[in-house]
């Protein structure tokens, strides 16, 4: 199993909006065949690793399949998995976890099972889960894993007061950075930030054939139809959600961004901004997307903060202090301390000089 998880791993830039799930045939004690979840629309991890078994000239009657997520039962852009699985005539069918997509949920392996093949489910489950926060999240909550990226100094400054933030952090942390962005179904930012600082906001620093979808927030439609963020969307599309489209002005503005194929949606709250929790709840629910990935200012990376709407903190501490400069986040100051929020550190690693903290709230 631990080999079915490496191979999913391979999946972690390619197969979103579907679930990264890796797949190891075993006959005789050695590996037969091996696959992984490609692009949407190709070939799942089990009828990968069956291909691979079929081009090595053997077979898997018999064997015993390793298998990181439950086979698919249902037609969705591919044929069900479990059927290719019950053609192959496997001993043995080994699940990482069931499938949290209510179209599967346990059927997937009750079929293997009516088929006269033992299925066993758990091994390696929580290394299964980790892998695919962002899937599991849309599936149960209606809403996808938000993970929030900030780079600052030991005293947590983002930038100086004039707005320079080039480059705080080294190298192999930026590089980093472009490991998180990979994943993503999306990367968020503020009109504030295409303003200011004018970011491609693209993968750069790792390889990927897929670059992630861009959305920024922009309340009143000011993003200039010059904005590096809106160059270069062959490969990905482009997003802006206002507030506000009801005058003629803004309703002009929104048809030249369409003319060049750049989505424009409304989406107000009551305080006239754009309704961030409305709009996770969209992106998972309307445009099936797993993880997102914000990378943006102080004031808005306050505003996902005050609204609930960050699972993860992707945090990178440069060793000094800045002194004066803007904060991490422009979040009210508390009254009393029992209305914090708390935040658990999953992980901790060096990059290079450079800290780097992971954490999900409690």
């Given at each position: 199993m631990s080999e079915a998880l490496a191979q999913a791993q391979k999946s972690l830039y390619l197969s979103n909006p579907n679930p990264r799930v890796g797949c190891v045939?075993?006959?005789?004690?050695?590996?037969?065949?091996?696959?992984?979840?490609q692009k949407v629309g190709g070939p799942h991890a089990e009828v990968q690793a069956l291909a691979d078994v079929k081009a090595k000239g053997l077979n898997a009657q018999g064997s015993t399949v390793y298998v990181t997520l439950e086979p698919c039962n249902h037609t969705g852009r591919t044929p069900p998995c479990v059927d290719a699985l019950i053609a192959a005539k496997p001993a043995m069918v080994v699940v990482a976890m069931s499938d949290p997509n209510p179209l599967v949920a346990g059927q997937g392996l009750e079929r293997l099972k009516a088929a006269g093949i033992e299925v066993r489910c758990g091994l390696l489950g929580a290394e299964a889960?980790?892998?695919?926060?962002?899937?599991?999240?849309?599936?149960?909550?209606?809403?996808?894993?938000?993970?929030?990226?900030?780079?600052?100094?030991?005293?947590?400054?983002?930038?100086?007061?004039?707005?320079?933030s080039q480059w705080i952090t080294g190298p192999l942390a930026r590089a980093d950075g472009h490991h998180w962005r990979a994943q993503a179904c999306a990367i968020v930012t503020g009109v504030g930030t295409v303003k200011e600082d004018d970011p491609s906001l693209n993968v750069r620093d790792v390889q990927t054939d897929r670059q992630p979808f861009k959305i920024i927030i922009d309340s009143k439609l000011e993003t200039p139809p010059s904005a590096k963020i809106l160059k270069n969307l062959d490969q990905a599309g482009a997003l802006i959600v206002c507030a506000d489209l009801s005058s003629p002005e803004l309703l002009q503005k929104a048809k030249a961004f369409e003319?060049?194929?750049?989505?424009?949606?409304?989406?107000?709250?009551?305080?006239?901004?754009?309704?961030?929790?409305?709009?996770?709840?969209?992106?998972?629910?309307?445009?099936?997307?797993?993880?997102i990935h914000i990378?943006?200012?102080?004031?808005?990376?306050?505003?996902?903060?005050?609204?609930?709407?960050?699972?993860?903190?992707?945090?990178?501490?440069?060793?000094?202090?800045?002194?004066?400069?803007i904060s991490m986040a422009n979040v009210s100051p508390l009254q009393a301390l029992e209305q914090r929020q708390d935040w658990k550190i999953i992980d901790q690693s060096l990059l290079g000089p450079d800290l780097r903290l992971r954490l999900i709230r409690n």
């Open positions: 045939i075993v006959k005789d004690g050695q590996v037969i065949g091996r696959g992984n979840t889960q980790i892998l695919n926060r962002g899937f599991i999240s849309r599936m149960t909550r209606g809403l996808p894993w938000v993970r929030l990226k900030i780079a600052a100094s030991l005293d947590g400054k983002t930038a100086l007061p004039n707005g320079q003319e060049r194929g750049i989505e424009v949606i409304a989406m107000a709250n009551p305080q006239g901004k754009v309704d961030l929790p409305k709009l996770f709840s969209y992106l998972a629910k309307e445009r099936e997307m797993n993880e990378e943006s200012g102080f004031k808005l990376n306050g505003s996902m903060l005050r609204e609930g709407c960050v699972d993860e903190l992707l945090l990178y501490y440069a060793p000094f202090f800045m002194g004066e400069g």
